[in-house]
T-cell receptor, first 111, second 114 residues
Framework: DAMVIQNPRYQVTQFGKPVTLSCSQT?????MYWYQQKSSQAPKLLFH???????NEADTPDNFQSRRPNTSFCFLDIRSPGLGDAAMYLC??????????FGPGTRLTVT | AQSVTQPDIHITVSEGASLELRCNYS??????LFWYVQSPGQGLQLLLK????DTLVQGIKGFEAEFKRSQSSFNLRKPSVHWSDAAEYFC????????????WGAGTKLIIKP
């Protein structure tokens, strides 16, 4: 089945230690999104790619970076995680549409 | 400013009872409308969507939603809830000029009483 895959599902990192989360998709969608979701809150858009065009939300901290080497893969890099970055990170895809398909998420813990 | 309001943070319903979750949006034209469900520790799953046409839309898992333009609402309903429906429900709106970005409501947590 076509899907959005996120690895790992659970990630523990130390304060200040860089971490990379990955997302892959078999849907061949041209738009990919990264969201941060804290407990009992709505997802917050960090950035998205329309094809190779990167779109950063104005309030996304510089600590967060992203790479999209090809259509199928997208990475979220957190350069120096702080305790406040502990959250669920969700990847989503869409194709010239507002209908977004989500992966299962990566739960990030910062110790 | 564009916004989505889900006025109920929590709703508790007995198993087998009917359910209605409210969603109101603030936008001049009719946006694209969505309901997503999120089980604990999971990603979001699309329940249903409204783009145009029939204002009563059917979704997965027995859910339906009705778009009411005059009330700027898109309420989610289910005639009889099951314990497995316990989850967080998010209403989302896609304004046509938003470059495929969604505006999210704060979510409603559904609790099912046995």
């Amino acid at each position: 089945d076509a899907m959005v895959i996120q690895n790992p599902r659970y990630q523990v990192t130390q304060f200040g230690k860089p971490v990379t989360l990955s997302c892959s998709q078999t849907l061949n969608h041209n738009v990919m999104y990264w969201y941060q979701q804290k407990s009992s809150q709505a997802p917050k858009l960090l950035f998205h790619y329309y094809d190779k065009d990167f779109n950063n939300e104005a309030d996304t901290p510089d600590n967060f970076q992203s790479r999209r080497p090809n259509t199928s893969f997208c990475f979220l890099d957190i350069r120096s995680p702080g305790l406040g970055d502990a959250a669920m990170y969700l990847c989503a895809t869409s194709t010239d549409s507002y209908e977004q398909y989500f992966g299962p998420g990566t739960r990030l813990t910062v110790t | 400013a564009q916004s989505v309001t889900q006025p109920d943070i929590h709703i508790t319903v007995s198993e087998g009872a009917s359910l209605e979750l409210r969603c109101n949006y603030s936008y001049g034209a009719t946006p694209y409308l969505f309901w997503y469900v999120q089980s604990p520790g999971q990603g979001l799953q699309l329940l249903l969507k409204y783009f145009s046409g029939d204002t009563l839309v059917q979704g997965i898992k027995g859910f339906e939603a009705e778009f009411k333009r005059s009330q700027s609402s898109f309420n989610l309903r289910k005639p009889s809830v099951h314990w497995s429906d316990a989850a967080e429900y998010f209403c989302a709106v896609g304004p046509p000029d938003s470059n495929y970005q969604l505006i999210w409501g704060a979510g409603t947590k559904l609790i099912i009483k046995p």
